[in-house]
């Protein structure tokens, strides 16, 4: 127990033990003087030996407080010194604010009260009787009215603190949350701008390495293609860190529908076999534009790296109040090669701006040996009608 405890229990016990002082002053002062030698034995000793233990009893009130409040109120009928000691009970019971438990020890007080007169052999006229009764009643209804605004307190203090710890857990899975979502972020920027680039460098080394029929000329463009390669990772790897960092830094401008035939020009100049067919009357919203670009980009980064030397079938077609349908096909591969590490990021990212998009995707293996990424995108037709 801490010593702030042990001296607030301290404190309280001495209250309890001086607030009964005047009652039992009281009747020692009017207790007749031929019967102070019969009644001043129990007086002087049993008196307080009852308060005594009411005290002691007092010390587990917060653990058995029905028990303790019912004994204390019940042992001050011997013990004008333990009216304190039954009000401190009575008002710890109290804060609970359990009426039938607070009128069950309110009443065995009371009694109590009226009992005590009879401890010693004092005259009172028969008014007094009424006015001790009154003044029992009034006691204990003020120990009850501290007490159950001691647990009113107490519950609302209680109730504040559950908010409080209630307020900071939320705050703190928001954090959580926003960490989550600022990471997941990240690893699909990274992804989307290093993986397509690093799968061409890797693919061309490949082929570098493997094939050594290769003249000095075709040997050169490939050095020159991962070299021009690797420059534009660390550049566009640059550019995303710096938006990271800085939060002043605007983000560069993101892709859209019309750099696709570029996007399969770098993939076909890095040694890639790729058709493009596009049939797209119009210009969609940038935010279609945006996912046709990443699909294509994905579909393209997964050939290089699983499908050396395979053709590639690129299609994207749509139509204004209609759908936006991507494909990506390659055939099987026609050359061995190390394929590079996988993040597994490519396809769960894509799939998630596919859903926010309220698209679908579907990949599979096909019967030749190859594999076929399709997906399909809403294209509403005010999105035209606005863009017009």
């Not at 599979?364 to 399709?374: A, C, E, H, K």
Request: net charge neutral.
């Amino acid at each position: 127990m801490k010593w702030f405890e042990v001296w607030q229990q301290a404190w309280r016990l001495a209250a309890a033990a001086a607030l009964g002082i005047p009652s039992w002053l009281l009747a020692g002062i009017m207790l007749p003087p031929e019967h102070a030698a019969e009644a001043g034995s129990w007086f002087a000793t049993g008196d307080p030996l009852v308060a005594l233990g009411c005290l002691i009893a007092l010390l587990r009130r917060q653990r058995f407080p029905l028990a303790v409040a019912t004994v204390v109120a019940t042992a001050s009928t011997a013990s004008t010194l333990a009216t304190g000691a039954a009000l401190l009970a009575l008002c710890s019971l109290s804060t609970r604010r359990r009426p039938l438990e607070i009128g069950v020890v309110v009443v065995a007080y009371v009694a109590a009260s009226q009992t005590a007169v009879e401890l010693y052999p004092i005259e009172m006229p028969s008014a007094s009787t009424w006015l001790l009764l009154a003044s029992s009643a009034l006691t204990a209804g003020t120990a009850v009215a501290v007490g159950a605004a001691i647990g009113a307190r107490r519950a609302e203090v209680l109730s504040l603190r559950e908010r409080a710890e209630s307020a900071e857990r939320e705050q703190a899975a928001r954090a959580a949350q926003a960490r989550a979502v600022e990471r997941n972020r990240i690893a699909r920027e990274m992804h989307d701008v290093l993986a397509h680039r690093i799968s061409l460098v890797a693919m061309q080394a490949g082929v570098l390495d493997h094939r050594r029929d290769l003249s000095a000329e075709e040997n050169q463009v490939l050095i020159r293609g991962i070299a021009d390669g690797s420059q534009q990772a660390l550049e566009e790897l640059r550019d995303v860190l710096g938006v990271l960092r800085a939060e002043d830094v605007p983000e560069p401008p993101q892709p859209s529908l019309d750099p696709i035939p570029e996007l399969v020009a770098d993939a076909r100049a890095s040694g890639l076999d790729v058709a493009l067919t596009t049939a797209v009357p119009g210009e969609p919203s940038d935010a279609i534009g945006r996912t046709c670009y990443r699909i294509v980009q994905e579909g393209l980064t997964n050939a290089a790296k699983h499908a050396p030397g395979a053709h590639v079938r690129v299609a994207v077609e749509g139509e204004p109040g209609a759908d936006m349908r991507i494909s990506v096909r390659n055939s099987a591969a026609t050359t061995t090669t190390a394929r590079p590490p996988t993040s597994g990021f490519g396809l769960l990212g894509l799939t998630e701006r596919i859903s926010l998009a309220g698209g679908e995707l579907s990949h599979r293996p096909t019967s030749d040996g190859g594999y076929v990424l399709t997906a399909r995108l809403p294209w509403p037709r005010h999105d035209h009608e606005k863009r017009a």
